[in-house]
């Protein structure tokens, strides 16, 4: 009797102790996917926003040197308001640090929303998405998201 | 005279273990040695994962702002200037951009040329902000027991019309943690392999 106490005790300590270790561990790997996550969006972001303002529109690449010629990796700006997913090679070439979240269906959203004044087109909202499964599908899915707003290019301000 | 339950617990108290006692007793030991070891090897591993994990990411996370900071403020009109000797090419002879360039700051109607240039001998980030007078230079890194810094290189990008944008800078950046954690190179979270890009905003 009292080595079956002493035994359940001791396994209550040993699951206790691992499931900290497995906890930590997916606490680490959430706040690096959310750092490698970030840092997509950014990259991705800094491109569009370097683009010319008649540019930023669905279907156009974010740069000539991701226009998927000659080689390069197309990355373009999507339809707004479709996910797509992020594991072919042309994100990975473009941001190599996606392979850690390649085998949990990493997507991105981009949602343009045009807002003119006195017609003439003035700005476009844009919102970037990113999601992902949980490490161990612990937490549901990751997401990080980037708002910023493209106005119409001046000659000078 | 001594009852019969006396003599037994006598005896009992007396006698040693059984081959069968000892052979169990044995086996739950082996067992909670190895299950305490097991613990206390995987926590280790844990604990120097993560310090590995942590210090490679900050090192990253501080040389990447220290990078963006710098050229943000930097002339969108004149972009960068490669240092042309410092060309670094992948092993199929592909550019993959120039570890040392010149960037420059408006004032005064004039432009202030700065440089920053990576040493991949010893990790070294230096960042000079006039190279008119060399010796004022900020070290934005260096190798270290935890965090070495294998490859940085800047490139520039294009326009729509496939001219060159030599205001929208990509850097590339690989990371690893020096063999602190003890992981497999394929599959060590703290090797980084970071790209980002920079628009200079300045003087556009």
Redesign the interface.
């Known amino acids: 009797m009292e080595?079956t106490v002493a035994?359940g005790l001791?396994g209550i300590c040993?699951a206790a102790?691992?499931s900290a270790?497995v906890t930590?561990?997916v606490c680490?790997?959430k706040a690096?996917e959310q750092?490698i996550a970030m840092?997509f969006l950014?990259?991705y972001v800094?491109?569009i926003?370097?683009?010319?303002f008649s540019?930023v529109a669905p279907g156009l690449p974010i740069?000539?040197?991701y226009n998927g010629l000659g080689g390069a990796p197309l990355i373009a700006i999507p339809a707004s308001n479709s996910w797509v997913s992020l594991t072919n090679t042309a994100f990975l070439t473009?941001?190599?640090?996606l392979l850690?979240v390649n085998n949990r269906n990493p997507a991105m959203l981009v949602s343009l929303t045009q807002n003119s004044i006195g017609g003439a087109l003035h700005d476009i909202e844009i919102n970037v998405k990113m999601d992902w499964d949980a490490p161990l599908s612990k937490g549901g899915r990751q997401e990080v998201e980037v708002d910023f707003l493209r106005t119409v290019d001046v000659p000078t301000l | 005279m001594k009852t019969a339950s006396t003599n037994i617990a006598s005896r009992i108290s007396g006698r040693a273990f059984t081959l069968v006692e000892l052979m169990v007793a044995a086996a739950l030991g082996v067992g909670l040695a190895g299950t305490v070891v097991l613990l206390l090897l995987q926590s280790a591993t844990e604990q120097r994962t993560g310090f590995a994990d942590m210090t490679v990411e900050e090192q990253a996370y501080t040389l990447q702002a220290n990078i963006t900071t710098c050229l943000r403020s930097m002339s969108a009109n004149q972009g960068l200037t490669p240092n042309y000797g410092s060309a670094l090419y992948s092993p199929t002879g592909n550019l993959l951009g120039y570890q040392s360039i010149f960037v420059f700051y408006p004032t005064n109607g004039g432009y202030v040329t700065a440089s920053i240039s990576y040493n991949s001998s010893n990790g070294v980030v230096l960042y000079t902000p006039n190279i008119a007078a060399p010796s004022i230079q900020t070290q934005w890194m260096t190798n270290s027991a935890s965090s070495v810094l294998t490859e940085l290189c800047f490139s520039s990008s294009l326009n729509l019309d496939g001219s060159q944008n030599s205001s929208l800078v990509n850097v590339l950046l690989q990371m690893n943690d020096n063999g602190f954690s003890q992981q497999s190179t394929t599959n060590n979270a703290a090797s980084i392999y970071r790209n980002f890009s920079v628009q200079m905003r300045n003087d556009n």
């Open positions: 080595i035994l001791l040993f102790c691992l270790i930590n561990q680490d790997r690096k750092a840092d950014t990259k800094e491109n926003k370097a683009l010319p540019a740069n000539s040197i473009f941001y190599p640090d850690w």
